[in-house]
């Protein structure tokens, strides 16, 4: 496909409303992105690069999600939201299940944390199955 078409096109075009720009190269995103392994698991893997720099990495580094493709996506700014006092970034968490040959999609969820990149020190608060 390329790594300078967003890939939410053709028949995956409707999620261009609900996700940010998302490229399998950061080339059209400009200096500011974040990079996250296809197969992540709780921001393991992931950096941000803000003004050409790396600024931010995950706590976990593991080299299976380090090493593997990326997607770049563009970087969006999250309004912390307060829980028992506590500032937290909330993002949406959706699973998918590979069952033989086929996605399953499994749980979806917000997930809130006092880092800009989510990891296992985070709280989970499940609003679908």
């Not at 700014?77 to 937290?88: A, F, M, S």
């Not at 970034?89 to 990149?117: A, D, H, M, Q």
């Amino acid at each position: 496909q390329g790594g300078s078409k967003n890939i939410f096109t053709g028949k995956y075009k409707a999620a261009e409303k609900y996700f940010p720009k998302t490229y399998f190269s950061p080339k059209k995103l400009g200096d500011t992105y974040i990079a996250k392994p296809i197969w992540g698991r709780q921001g393991q893997g992931c950096f941000i690069v803000r003004d050409g720099k790396n600024t931010t990495q995950s706590r976990y580094q593991h080299e299976y999600y380090v090493n593997q493709a990326k997607v770049y996506q563009e970087l969006l700014t999250i309004p912390k939201i307060p829980v028992e006092g506590k500032p937290l970034n909330w993002v949406y968490e959706s699973w998918v299940y590979k069952v033989g040959r086929k996605f399953v999609p499994g749980r979806t969820g917000l997930r809130g944390c006092n880092s800009e990149i989510t990891d296992d020190f985070c709280y989970f608060m499940p609003i679908g199955v």
